[in-house]
C-alpha cells in the first residue's frame, strides 16, 4: 500500500486510490468542482491543482488525475497551487452573475465556498457577460443557465451513469450548453439527482424553490419508504413543514444517489387533509377522551364476546415498533392475532422470501453493481425498486450480463436481454434452467431432452419453446460467471418461483461462485411485517371473521383495506357490521373518508375513533429493508400543523402560545403500548424501541438471528429462524398454477408503477403532475384477436365489476396477458382474490381524459 505525505500528515492508502481521495482520507479537503467520488476523475475543472515537492510526480497537477504512489509529498497549501486555483476561480467568475441572494443554492453552494477560500473578491475583467436561455425541464428541477461553470458533472450524471440520453451537453467552447434539444420533463427517474450534483445554482429543486436557506431548517438523517431498498435521505424542514428531502450517502445501500419518487413524494407529511385531531364520531376530542371511550368498548366486546371477537391490523409502511408493538398487544390481552397482509398469497410470498435468506445469500443494493452476472426474475426495477435499475446499471458499464424474466414490457438504462414470459411460462423456464449443470461442464443432456415435453406445464407452450436457445445462452452466461446476483420479485410471480430463486442461488453457490440473492418486496417494511405475521392470519381472514360475527371490533394501525383489499365493496359493507372501529393513522385516505359517509344502511351505526399518528419524519421510526437491515429514521420535528397552513400564507401571529398547533398526534407503537397499559394496567407501558425489541424472542416465540453478536443497535441484518417461522422449500411438481380463464380470457397481471400506485407519493401534487395516465397493455396478437387498436377506450369486466381505460398495444410483452397498474385513478379493486383473468367486451374511440374528477 502506497505511503505518501499531503500538507505534513502521514498516510497510507490503497492502491489505485487518487490523491484528492488520499487527502480525504486524512481529513484535508482540496477544492474541486468536476470530481465527485460516484463518477470519478475528469480532471475538467483545474480546480484541483495541488504542488508534488518530492516523489514520482513533479510540480502542479490535478490531484483528482494523480494516483497515490510511495514516497510523494504533495502540498495544497503551497503558493504556486494558491495561486493557480485563484486563477481558476478568477476565469470561471468572469461570467458568473452576482445573485447570490436569490440563488436557491446560496448557503451550500460549492463555488460560494471556493471562491471565498481561494480569496477572489474583485472582478478585474470589465466585458460583457455571457449568458444563455434557461429550459423549461420538468415540474422537478429549475433551470438557470447562467450560472454554469462547464464542469460537466450533470452529463456525467446524466448520460454515463444513469444511461438516460435526453439531457447533456451541445455547443462548443465558451458557447457550451447543458441541457435538452428543446425544452420539457426530463425522462430520467433519477434527475432529482441532478440538483444535488450540481457545485452552482443551475439545476435546484423547483418544488422547493424560494422556501428558505440552508441555515434555516431543521434537519436530520432519514429514510425512503417508497419501497423496501430503505435508501437514506436528509430530511429538511422549517416551521413544521417538510421543504425538501436529499440524498445522503450510505456505502452498502444508495451510494450518494435516491430516485424522484423518494426525493418527491413526502408531501403526504404535509397534507392539508392529514388527521391531526383526536375525533370520536367524527367530533372533535380530547387524546385521553378517545382513548377512555376506546378501552371501555373494547373491554365491553371482550366481555360480552369474547377477546377473540377484537381483531388488528398493520401494514407495510408501519414501522417495526409499530407492527412488534401491535402483536405485543394482541397477546397480552388475548386478541385475534394481527393482520399484516392483505391475503394469503401475499403474505405467503413474503415470508417464503424472507425464510430463504441467510448472512450468505441476503446481499446489499450496493453489492448488485459488482455482478459480472444478474438473473432478474418477475421483477421491472424501474418500476417497483428504482435504485435497483441504478445499481444494475453501474454493473453492466462493468461488463456484467443481464437477462430479465417478466411478462411485462421493461424498460431499463442499461442493455439486457428481455424474456417476455407468462408468469406460467417464467416458473417452466425457471425448472428447466435449474435442470442444467451450473458448474461449467457440459451438461445438454441433462434437462435439455426434457423441453420437448413442457408444452403441457404451461397454457402457452409454443413461449417455453422460444426459449430454449435461450436457455442455454443464459446457462452458459451463469457457468462463466463469478458473482451472479439473483434478482426476485414478489408481486406477480408465484410462490414456487420465489422458492426456486433460493434454490437457483445456492446451487450456484455448490459450484464455487459467489452468488447473491436479492429479493424486491412489496413495501418499505414488507421484511418486517413478514417476520411480525408469523402465526397470523391475513386481513382476508379478518374479514371472513367479520362477515360471520366472529369479529365485533377492528383497530386499524396505519393500513388501508380500501385502498389495497382486491374487493372493495366487500371491506365496505364489513366494516358496517362492526360495533367498533378504531383507526390510527397519519394519512387522509380512503379509511377516513368511508367514516365521514353516512351509512349505507339502517344498521346501528358502528363507534368511531381516530387516533392521529406521527410520520417517521416526527418520531424515531426503524424500518427492515428487503436484505434484513433494521435501519433507524430520526425525528426532523416533533409534528405539528404547517404555519403556513394555520396563517394562509400570511405573516405568522404576532401571540405566543403554549402549545404546538395540531400537535395531538402520537407515535403508533406509544399509542398502542398506552392503550395496553389502560386495559391491562399490570403491563407497564413500554418506553423505547430497544424494550419493545427485548421482548420479541420472549413473547412471539420467533428466534431472530443477528448478523452481529454484539448488542443491539440499528444498521444490522436480521434473519428470523425457530419452528414457529415458516419455512418455504421448493414442493415437487408445484411450478405451475394451473388456474386459467376461458378461451376468450386474458390473464390480468395488476402491477406497480414508478408514480400513480405507491400509496404515500400519491398525495404529491407535484409527482402527479409528472405521472403518466394509467393504460391496458396489451400484446399485439391479442388485441388483433379481438379487433383491437392502439389508444382504443375499452371496457374490461373483472370478477365484481368493470372499469373503462385507454389501450396500448406492446409487442415487448407477453402474449395472453393483460398489464395493468394498480394506480390510484381506476378502481382496479374490484378483481377479488386469486389469480384474475379478464374479458374486454367494449371499446371506443374516444378517449376523455382518465385524471378528469379525480380526488386526493
Not at 428487503?626 to 394555520?646: I, K, N
Request: with cysteine; hydrophobic share 40%; charged share 20%.
Amino acid at each position: 500500500m502506497p505511503k505518501l505525505i499531503i500538507d505534513g500528515r502521514k498516510i497510507e492508502v490503497a492502491r489505485g486510490v487518487k490523491v484528492i481521495a488520499a487527502a480525504e482520507q486524512a481529513g484535508i479537503m482540496i477544492p474541486r468542482f468536476c470530481y465527485h467520488p460516484a463518477l470519478g476523475p475528469v480532471g475538467a475543472c483545474r480546480m484541483c491543482a495541488v504542488k508534488f515537492l518530492d516523489g514520482p510526480v513533479r510540480g502542479i497537477q490535478m490531484s483528482c488525475m494523480v494516483e497515490a504512489k510511495d514516497g510523494m509529498v504533495v502540498s495544497s497549501t503551497d503558493d504556486e497551487a494558491v495561486d493557480f486555483r485563484r486563477f481558476v476561480i478568477e476565469l470561471l467568475m468572469l461570467n458568473h452573475p452576482h445573485d447570490c441572494p436569490v440563488c436557491d443554492e446560496g448557503g451550500h453552494c460549492l463555488l460560494q465556498d471556493e471562491t471565498i477560500s481561494g480569496g477572489h473578491a474583485m472582478r478585474r475583467y470589465a466585458g460583457k457577460k455571457r449568458t444563455y436561455q434557461d429550459q423549461y425541464l420538468g415540474e422537478l428541477v429549475q433551470h438557470e443557465m447562467n450560472r454554469c461553470i462547464h464542469c460537466y458533472r450533470c452529463k456525467r450524471f446524466y448520460q454515463d451513469f444513469c444511461g438516460y440520453r435526453d439531457y447533456g451537453v451541445m455547443g462548443i467552447a465558451g458557447r457550451t450548453y447543458f441541457g435538452r434539444y428543446s425544452n420539457g420533463p426530463l425522462e430520467n427517474p433519477f434527475s432529482g439527482n441532478l440538483i444535488d450534483i450540481c457545485p452552482t445554482g443551475v439545476l435546484t429543486d423547483k418544488p422547493a424553490r424560494f422556501k428558505g436557506r440552508r441555515w434555516d431548517f431543521q434537519r436530520a438523517p432519514s429514510l425512503c419508504i417508497h419501497c423496501s431498498l430503505g435508501c437514506h435521505t436528509t430530511v429538511s424542514a422549517r416551521y413544521r413543514e417538510l421543504m425538501r428531502v436529499e440524498a445522503r450517502f450510505n456505502e452498502d445501500i444508495n451510494g450518494h444517489f435516491i430516485c424522484d419518487r423518494g426525493r418527491f413524494g413526502f408531501a403526504f407529511a404535509n397534507h392539508a387533509d392529514r388527521p391531526r385531531q383526536t375525533r370520536i364520531q367524527g367530533l372533535a376530542a380530547t387524546y385521553e377522551e378517545a382513548l377512555s371511550t376506546a378501552t371501555e368498548r373494547l373491554l365491553a366486546i371482550s366481555r360480552s364476546a369474547g377477546p377473540n371477537a377484537i381483531a388488528c391490523a398493520a401494514s407495510s409502511r408501519s414501522s417495526v415498533e409499530t407492527q412488534v408493538g401491535l402483536k405485543l398487544l394482541a397477546k397480552a390481552l388475548g386478541w385475534r392475532s394481527p393482520a399484516y397482509f392483505m391475503d394469503q398469497m401475499q403474505q405467503d410470498k413474503v415470508t417464503a422470501a424472507i425464510s430463504r435468506l441467510n448472512p450468505d445469500l441476503a446481499i446489499s443494493l450496493r453489492e448488485v453493481e459488482h455482478a459480472d452476472a444478474i438473473l432478474v426474475l418477475g421483477a421491472d426495477p424501474i418500476q417497483e425498486a428504482p435504485m435497483l435499475a441504478l445499481a444494475m446499471r453501474q454493473a453492466h458499464r462493468a461488463g456484467a450480463k443481464i437477462t430479465v424474466l417478466d411478462p411485462r414490457p421493461i424498460s431499463l438504462p442499461l442493455e439486457y436481454e428481455h424474456w417476455p414470459l407468462a408468469p406460467n411460462d417464467l416458473t417452466s423456464a425457471l425448472r428447466e434452467l435449474m435442470r442444467t449443470d451450473l458448474s461449467g461442464s457440459a451438461a445438454e443432456s441433462q434437462g435439455m431432452d426434457a423441453i420437448a415435453g413442457l408444452d403441457a406445464l404451461s397454457p402457452n407452450g409454443s413461449g417455453i419453446q422460444q426459449t430454449t436457445p435461450r436457455l442455454k445462452a443464459l446457462a452458459a452466461i451463469l457457468q462463466n460467471c463469478q458473482r451472479p446476483v439473483i434478482v426476485c420479485g414478489t408481486d406477480i410471480v408465484h410462490l414456487s418461483v420465489i422458492t426456486a430463486a433460493a434454490d437457483l442461488a445456492l446451487q450456484l453457490r455448490t459450484c464455487d461462485k459467489r452468488t447473491g440473492l436479492f429479493y424486491v418486496l412489496p413495501g418499505a417494511n414488507a421484511y418486517g411485517a413478514a417476520i411480525a405475521s408469523a402465526g397470523c392470519e391475513p386481513f382476508s381472514k379478518l374479514l371472513d371473521a367479520i362477515e360471520n360475527g366472529e369479529v365485533r371490533a377492528l383497530l386499524l394501525v396505519e393500513a388501508d383495506p380500501l385502498y389495497h383489499f382486491p374487493d372493495l365493496e366487500r371491506v365496505k359493507n364489513a366494516l358496517e357490521k362492526l360495533e367498533l372501529l378504531v383507526v390510527l393513522d397519519y394519512l387522509p385516505n380512503r379509511m377516513l373518508e368511508f367514516i365521514g359517509q353516512a351509512p349505507a344502511s339502517s344498521a346501528p351505526v358502528p363507534t368511531h375513533i381516530i387516533l392521529p399518528t406521527l410520520t417517521h419524519f416526527e418520531t424515531p421510526a426503524g424500518f427492515i429493508n428487503q436484505e434484513g437491515r433494521l435501519q433507524q429514521a430520526d425525528s426532523v420535528h416533533c409534528g405539528g400543523m404547517p404555519l403556513s397552513q394555520l396563517t394562509d400564507g400570511k405573516h405568522p401571529p404576532r401571540t405566543y402560545r403554549e402549545d404546538i398547533p395540531g400537535a395531538g398526534a402520537r407515535a403508533a407503537w406509544q399509542i398502542l403500548s398506552e392503550l395496553e397499559a389502560v386495559i391491562s394496567p399490570s403491563h407497564p407501558v413500554v418506553p423505547s424501541f430497544g424494550d419493545l425489541w427485548s421482548r420479541i424472542e420472549a413473547h412471539l416465540n420467533i428466534a431472530v438471528r443477528m448478523e452481529s453478536d454484539s448488542e443491539f443497535s440499528h444498521d444490522r441484518r436480521i434473519f428470523p429462524q425457530g419452528p414457529n417461522f415458516p419455512q418455504f422449500t421448493l414442493i415437487p411438481g408445484s411450478f405451475t398454477d394451473t388456474t386459467h380463464g376461458s378461451d376468450n380470457s386474458l390473464e390480468l397481471l395488476l402491477v406497480e408503477g414508478l408514480h400513480g400506485t405507491e400509496e404515500l407519493a400519491g398525495y404529491s401534487n407535484v409527482l402527479n403532475r409528472v405521472e403518466s395516465a394509467p393504460r391496458l397493455l396489451l400484446h399485439p396478437a391479442d388485441a388483433a384477436m379481438r379487433g383491437l387498436a392502439d389508444g382504443d377506450l375499452v371496457t374490461v369486466r373483472l370478477a365484481l365489476g368493470e372499469l373503462r381505460v385507454p389501450l396500448q398495444i406492446c409487442a415487448h410483452m407477453a402474449q395472453g396477458t393483460a398489464i395493468l397498474p394498480r394506480d390510484r385513478h381506476l378502481t382496479w379493486q374490484q378483481g377479488g382474490e386469486g389469480s384474475l383473468f379478464i374479458t374486454i367486451v367494449q371499446k371506443n374511440q374516444t378517449i376523455p381524459n382518465p385524471k378528469k374528477g379525480i380526488r386526493r
